[in-house]
């Protein structure tokens, strides 16, 4: 128990994590208000994708975002978030063991993300409106590569925690696979989730907020902080996105958090938790490649009405709304049931 005694001791590390949180909310608001000048003088009008991830038209998702679409709602408002914790985080909060690799692959997926927007937002292709699914995976999977490298040979990491086991699992240079399997699949996930109103931004400051708690246990206050700078940043660009939505936050903004979220959970060993605390982006994209692997082998046929399974209950009837509202619910449960698994693991 000495652990938890030494972590109240230090509360002005907290009240750095908390006010760098404050920090982070308050520049969002401030860079907010510019984004939407320009993405409306600049008409960053979001262009639907009106072929699905197997080739055919998407016709009920499409029939689903019509509506939406229509009023013409800015995207590319990631860049919101994403200006305001590299800020913070470069001003105030630059380790170079707990917060460059973070706030490296965030930046570069963010990258990724917002060239994938631009072409979305200059192209005139009524298919695939931005760069393809499979050069999006190879620059991500680049990032992820880089970022593996890095976990191993300049932090040294060569092993995993399992929770409610004695000691570890030793990976040696196989920590770096799994850094980039986790990495990439956690950016495709969040991708894959942000298809409603505040869906991806209240789900992932959930999820970030959990890991902060998670990163001040274990003493990375450094990392701790960049968290709850994300959680600050998203609660500002949440407020704007919740239905009905002022802007969407486009791949710069998906692919830059569900990025940082696969880093964070390697670097504070907390992998396995990953899982339980983003089930909802487990599950999203599950249902996407379920989806698809029905489609390819059993000639066409769907196991849902449309995937991911946000629209499939879109389609049933649902409000948009209540779809989010639940998926949020779940995603907290699912994030403190990942806290308690952790504390268990670590201090009984």
């Known amino acids: 128990m000495h652990s938890t005694l030494e972590i109240i001791l230090k509360t002005h590390a907290i009240d750095r994590i908390i006010i760098l949180g404050l920090l982070s909310f308050l520049l969002s608001m401030l860079i907010t208000p510019i984004y939407t000048g320009l993405a409306y003088r600049y008409s960053w009008w979001k262009k639907p994708r009106t072929t699905a991830a197997t080739g055919e038209t998407a016709t009920v998702v499409n029939h689903l975002q019509a509506e939406k679409l229509k009023h013409h709602v800015p995207t590319m408002a990631g860049v919101i978030f994403v200006i305001s914790v590299t800020i913070v985080t470069i001003v105030a909060n630059l380790s170079r063991s707990q917060t460059w690799l973070p706030i490296a692959a965030f930046f570069g997926a963010a990258l990724v993300g917002l060239l994938d927007d631009i072409i979305n937002l200059r192209g005139h ?48 240079w196989g920590i770096i696979p799994l850094f980039i399997i986790v990495v990439v699949a956690t950016a495709n996930a969040v991708n894959i989730t942000d298809g409603l109103d505040g869906l991806a931004g209240g789900l992932a400051s959930t999820a970030f907020g959990i890991y902060a708690i998670i990163a001040t246990l274990e003493g990375r206050t450094g990392v701790a902080a960049f968290c709850l700078c994300i959680v600050g940043a998203l609660l500002s660009y949440t407020w704007f996105n919740i239905y009905p939505a002022r802007f969407f936050m486009g791949d710069v903004g998906s692919f830059a958090l569900g990025t940082a979220l696969g880093v964070v959970a ?49 389609a049933n009837g649902w409000p948009e709304t209540k779809i989010t ?24």
């Open 125 to 172: 292709s009524q298919g695939v409106a931005g760069l393809s699914s499979k050069l999006k995976f190879l620059l991500i999977t680049l990032v992820a590569l880089i970022g593996g490298f890095w976990f191993y040979f300049k932090l040294g990491v060569v092993s995993i925690h399992i929770p409610l086991m004695w000691g570890g699992a030793h990976l040696g």
């Open 266 to 314: 390697m670097i504070t060993n907390t992998v396995v938790l990953l899982p339980i605390i983003g089930i909802v982006f487990v599950v999203e994209a599950g249902s996407s490649l379920l989806q698809i692997t029905s489609k390819r082998l059993r000639h066409g046929k769907k196991i849902f009405k449309a995937a991911p399974i946000h629209h499939h209950f879109e």
């Open 325 to 348: 509202m639940r998926f949020w619910i779940i995603g907290q449960v699912a994030s403190v049931a990942g806290l308690i698994v952790f504390l268990i693991g670590k201090y009984l």
